[in-house]
């Protein structure tokens, strides 16, 4: 039996929570709160969500624990496309709703005020149920102040903000237009492309600002969102790996050529140069932030995974990022 130890309010744990729904992987959800503050002990980074596996271990960062299930759990539902160019293209888009998408919800859950509120007495209010009012208030109070002082330092400056909420609104419209007509992104069964992205707009569903935009301008991804919350019932089939892409994921991959890969190749530069911010314009807007050295990892990372595929698979790839600018990222190309 595994434990998840995580929040509501967190995007990373409601991927992994659906994940592993959807792949029936026998486990129970523990709230994390002031009993149980104690896990974080158990792990380097005091990240959530925190798995503790089976065998007694503990692990946390969702993209080595889905690989690591999948290779404790090898063909049961996998996440991972049977295609290897399509499993490649899952990698990306999760990659980029980890890394980029996240910064939506950073945004839009305490750029406003009303955001601000809500979501902090939420949040502290799961972590302290039945502590009274009154201390729940001010723990609320504290964390806000805490999380708004954050926010240079993951980019969600105002100055930041209309390429965060252009880049997040035309995600939304590729999913709008998508999801009434397919099921998931690679096919009838959803992709770790599918939990990642709605780890992160999991959250945009619950915040009021972000909540209204959704409910009237993109209804039915909404709703796609608590369905796919618990896809345990699902049963379905991979996309024809010779089928073109789906308009969303092309769309996806537009912007993550666009955005993305300009955001990720901009900060690994900068750190190169051992400068302490910098900076990028896309889709009409500027952007800088601090430097982060996980994020050239990310990098790295894609683009490893892109060397290791095979020559079948690649020219597929290729011609699949051909019409995006990812495909000179990708190669290293463009540095």
Known sequence: MYTIYGGLGSPYSMKMRA?????????????????SVHVYQNVKAKVVPILRYPDGSWHNDSTPMIFDLEGLH???RSVFPQDE?????????????DEWGTKAMFHYRWFRE???????????????????????????????DRQVGRMALVGCTPQNAALIEECTRRVLALLEAHVTEEPYLLGTRPSLADFAWMGQ???LAVDPTPYDMLRADFPFTLRWLMNLDDASGVEGEWRDPKAPLSAAVAGLLGL????????????????ARGAQTFRFEALGHAYEQGVFKYQVRCLAELRGAYARLSAP???????????????????????
């Not at 993550?256 to 750190?271: K, M, Q, S």
């Open 201 to 203: 707009l999991s959250q």
């Open 256 to 271: 993550a050529g666009e955005v993305y890969f300009p955001f990720l190749a901009a900060n690994a530069e900068a750190l």
């Open 114 to 144: 009303r955001d601000q509120q809500q979501m902090s007495r939420w949040i502290l209010f799961d972590g302290m149920l039945g502590k009274g009012r009154d201390t729940i208030l001010a723990a609320a109070a504290a964390f806000r």
């Open 85 to 97: 160019a399509q499993a490649f293209i899952a990698l990306l888009l999760e990659d980029m709703a």
């Open 74 to 76: 090898p063909g049961e």
């Open 19 to 35: 994940l592993m729904r959807y792949r029936r992987l026998p486990h129970v959800w523990v709230q994390l709160n002031e009993s």
């Open 313 to 335: 698979a690649r020219t597929r790839v290729d011609e699949w990022l051909a019409p995006t600018r990812c495909l000179d990222f990708v190669r290293g190309a463009v540095s």
